[in-house]
């Protein structure tokens, strides 16, 4: 993807005539555009080589809609791995086309992908503004979820065959992990950094009431590590946070461990479960029966780590946390409630207006439009240059360097 | 143990008679005890029998006590695993210590019993109300804990083999499990019955998001399933309830599950960590390797349920979860910060009247003396003709009986 | 009252001569009985006198029942001020109902007596398991309650009527003050004590972050301070604890803060609010205007505070919290969450078997049955010279005795 | 104002020439600045008229500093009411001066501007890593804080004064209100949101449970309704939301009121405390005693709404709940902690690269150097005609404009 695509339009439907029937003043111009740039020099460069600056097209309703509320029907899908805050979007979403645009037909797909697929047989369940009124209390998804491909188009090619309609699909994106470019943070992240930080304070409490205890916490982030970043800035009791996108090796981690340990009784260690994922593949290598054990950075930090001081001589008292489950599955807090809460009304706005294949995004404090290809053509991470990084640095006080063999530095 | 045992004097270091420096008027004499019988028919056969009625010591100040204030050392010591409310108690310890009785010679042995192990160096920390004013605030215990041998009179030995001291041990149970007999309740429990609540609804979240879902949650109860019971009593979306003391088997016990989850889409079963311990036996027993795996009823009951419903065909979503260290390393709840505070309070008092070789004990709300042999003659456990086990039937709508093989009812 | 009353029958609405349909061998018979004394003296001089142990009766599922479940109505009403666990209670009687006794029509009566008054015409809501399913989660009464007479007989008059049909009257008492003799604990109360903890927090917070900074938070507790008393002991930075079993002076209490405050420059007060009620008749004595400003302790005691300390010439900070609402609403805690529902199971099971004009109590760890006459005959209240008061004091630090002139002590 | 003075550089004590101690690589340069327009039309405009780009200096560690830290002093202060995350400001500050820059020296005043005040005659703390250790798991500031005229060259003045040395002033804006401009949050804003939830529940729980229930909450908001505005979209609960930026008639809003509450039985009403002081000052022009009751639009409100009602014969039931105090009092909550972190630390890489007479801002996910005269000059106010205030409207459902006399549309 190149930067320069940002300014390409939001693929529509069609041509905007029906006038919406929101309140006249509010509505956004589709000149109202939100900037890439954050910082000057970026600015300047775009500007110096005659090139505009690229942005995003800002989300919010429009003037004139493409779809007629009386004769449109809505479908909510949840796909995937929970996240708080699904919930507030699937309410969101219906309370808006309820109360914004008389939209009365929407339903919800049950269990993901599957609730479209003709080889499943789930009845779509009603939705109204009655059924979703509490919903958004509770963790998880009312609809039901389920991994498996996820393939747009063919979902499109679904729902157009039967129905031979236009259709216009709208997304928002759900990753915990806050691993989506072109998003400044994606629902459910702070939530889960708050849930993630009582675990992380019950590591610490178990690593303290034992001579030589550590306390090993696995937590989300396949690709990105930032809810453990995240985690560990939110809790000074962190010694070391491990990651996806800062390679370690064990010949280098496990004696800066010991030598933490020696300073001060105790440790608390922080990994993703994407980390170091090279050392997983080295091992399973080595054993060729592909014990599936291995695949979890967790259960194989735990267990190496128990081997080395064991190998050392030193008694070591280790507790292994792994709570994804407990941490994913709770309510949105006051703050995703309410990132919830608008980027569902500036999906239907999107939608109403006739945008597809594009997904909500928030950046620079303003709802966005992005194309779906420019929203997955690149992961977000954790750059290991970058000042995040450096803070968690700062305030782990774990070396910088964590790789190479034993006999450096 | 014979119940009549109860109303043997507890042990005493010598003659009281040093005036209590606590104010006058609040004082319990040595004729205060309490019923052990809670109902009128116990208490009428005992009578009819000629019997004196059974009874407890009651704890609390006494007008004359056993030790000098300003001659007497104390020493706290923590010992086995963590459990909410041990800085409170350490804290009501000290605190009383200095407050009621003027003592200032207060010591914390590191580690549990290692920290009064000559094999062990461990320096013991001085207490004083500064340095335990906050602790409560923490879960786990500021001196550290061990697991391990925990022979008092070995402990008194070596105590009394450095000083030459008269030595008194008064202790205050720590089991999380709640499964001391001639107790009510012990401290912690309740906490971890509220800390156990969002790891079920976690659960019931997971569950309800998958087609087939099923949560399993494995909680505390190596003997007795008082956490699994109550947990479930407090969160009505249990449907299944596995404790130490009502056996089960797998026959009998997965196909109910399949029938559950015939009728409702998804399931959340709890599962206390000492149930079905006979099933693990017979795997090791097939299994000579001695796999550490098949030790952990979560585990193999997650196995099993997904190998059973392979065989069966059906697709299922399930989702384990292992909360224990997160629930135990809590902070004490309100309740029970009150109740170990008291704890501590009665412990001290007792201790300074010169009794030892006992346990503050708690029944039918009134604190107790009670001495160590007796509350460690046999452990509380559920009964399965009890009120309690069928409130959890009639909660959950479990099958009360989940034995014998397949063909069965 | 007298104690002997205690073994008085229950009264019964007639013959109990209708199988129970819940399972076989878990009942109670009308032989159990829960000793109602817990300590040995009061049982020797009883049984010296020659007199019967007085006992309640022991609630639970009795094996003969009155009521045919097929033909029989059921109603709820919620009355009073709202307290944690009602919707528990409506949930658990309702459940019952349904599957113990497979009693189909339950109503829910709206805003309290005002559902079976003539004068307001409510419509009564039906209530069945799928509707009561999750109301647990939410504070408050889903029926609706007010203050107001509550004369049961009129009521049952109102509804016989009507009818003409023998009425059962079971209650659960509702306090959240915890002030029903003969109750060991009323529901609510321990949700309530751990609601209170975080105002008392934020008290002590605003006192400590402001020089002669003085945090005053008002608690529920009109006849009884135990509310007041256990928030007290369960956060240990409570220097005052004003109830109203225990007189005080203003002419002592200032001068008693003012040197409190003077050693330790901050001060956090707890106030029932029915405590120094002798105060404010004064006051209002003397102001002829029946200013109804003066009918509250806490904004009386901040008013007094503050001028006393102008007088003196003492700078201060003084915050006032009234946090009481924010209290009562909550959500049960889980223990709470397993009383309602046991408090429930054992309403329903006295009323199948004919049992009327009792409420359900709890005593010695066992549910048990008290006549309504009985219950409310006297306010359980802090005994000034018991262990508890003594607790208290022992935690704040509070002088014991707070009242005459400011010559004293 | 005007938007052009951002570019002005911060003020500077002088030439930066020692070298930071911090690790190589992770520098910020002076060129690196931050766009202060976030829309490219806003951008093109300036563009288009050939200004440069409005931007801020970014903030983060200089490789030169202008401190020696051997020889440095650095003093903390905590001006105004508490707020969510003074303590995590604090802590940070402390860590990044001793661990960062090795600087052994920092005092904290007592109390706010009385701590640098020689009327006052507090002596300054000693803070170091290990007394501000925990400090952040509390609510409040450690230090202390007071009211009252809090003039920065004075406080310059003052301590230049003294010591005749070269003083760096580097702010972090405290305001809970979030109402600086300039500044995309403030911290302790999202954690006083959080903390108001349950606030507002409570409110529509007792709303609920009574009939024409009326539940009126009042939080903070002097200048600006943005706690009011984002706790109404967090809790979809509200009815009613009342900030200071829109004006509104009792003569409206009480009919309005009156309506919603015939539709649905209840309301809930959340108004923030700078609200409707139009009708303070006319009603304490009509009353010339001076009545302070007045000053208070939450006690007003409630006293007009009860009139109201029974001049229009309807029964309410109104509680009003005043939790600013318990708000205000809590701890950061993860978001904020790392947010306070990371303000504190880029406050002191400010104070050592000796700027000066600045605030640290944070605009476009960016932490930034903002001149206290330009984020004083104006305050941060909800625009009425724009998406927010939209959103709030859209979510509450009440009428758009509440001002006008009652015969109005």
């Known amino acids: 993807m190149k930067i320069e695509d940002l300014n390409l339009e939001i693929e529509k439907l069609g041509r905007c005539n ?4 929101m309140t006249k003043g509010q509505f956004v111009s589709d000149e109202d555009r939100v ?22 097209e800002m989300a919010g309703p429009r003037e004139k809609i493409y779809f007629d509320p009386s004769k449109l029907k809505c479908g909510i899908i949840t796909c995937g791995g929970i996240c708080p805050g699904l919930n507030d979007v699937i309410r969101a979403i219906v309370l808006s086309l309820h109360y914004h645009y008389h939209v009365n037909t929407v339903f919800g797909f049950r269990y993901g992908y599957e609730g479209i697929s003709p080889r499943h047989q789930h009845t779509p369940v009603e939705l109204n503004p009655k059924i979703v009124a509490d919903i958004h209390e509770k963790g998880g998804t009312i609809l039901g979820s389920s991994r498996g491909p996820q393939d747009v188009s063919e979902m499109v090619d679904t729902l157009d065959g039967r129905r031979s309609l236009k259709i216009g699909v709208v997304g928002i994106p759900k990753t915990i992990d806050n691993d989506i470019s072109f998003l400044d943070q994606s629902f459910g992240f702070e939530t889960a950094v708050s849930a993630a930080r ?29 809810i453990s970043a995240y985690a560990a800035l939110a809790t000074s009791d962190v010694n070391f946070c491990l990651v996806p996108e800062i390679p370690f090796t064990l010949e280098r981690f496990l004696p800066a461990l010991k030598e933490q340990l020696e300073r001060s009784d105790h440790s608390v260690i922080v990994v993703a479960e994407g980390a170091g994922q090279d050392l997983l593949n080295r091992d399973s ?3 060729a029966s592909g014990n599936l054990r291995f695949g ?61 294949n594009m997904v909500v995004g928030y950046w620079d404090s303003e709802y966005t439009h992005v194309p779906i290809p420019i929203a997955v053509s690149e992961r977000k991470r954790i750059d290991p240059d970058g000042r995040l990084w450096s803070s968690v640095i700062e305030s782990t006080g774990q070396p910088r360097d964590l790789t190479g063999s034993s006999d450096k530095g």
Chains 1, 2, 3, 4 share one sequence.
């Open 198 to 226: 009582p675990c992380i304070y019950a590591a610490h409490v178990e690593a303290k009431g034992a001579r030589n205890g550590v306390g090993l916490v696995k937590l989300m982030g396949r690709e990105s590590g930032f």
């Open 35 to 56: 900037l890439y740039y954050a910082t000057l020099k970026e600015a300047e460069t775009c500007i110096d080589a005659g090139r505009s600056l690229p942005s995003f």
């Open 285 to 287: 290598a080595c054993d």
């Open 18 to 21: 029906v006038p919406s029937p």
């Open 296 to 356: 979890d950075i967790g259960l194989f930090l735990r267990d190496e780590i128990k081997a080395y001081f064991q190998r050392e001589g030193v008694e070591l008292q280790l507790k292994y946390i792994d709570p994804s489950y407990v941490i994913r599955s709770v309510p949105a807090n006051p703050k995703d409630s309410v990132f919830c809460l608008l980027l569902g009304h500036n999906a239907v706005h999107a939608g109403m207006a006739g945008r597809t």
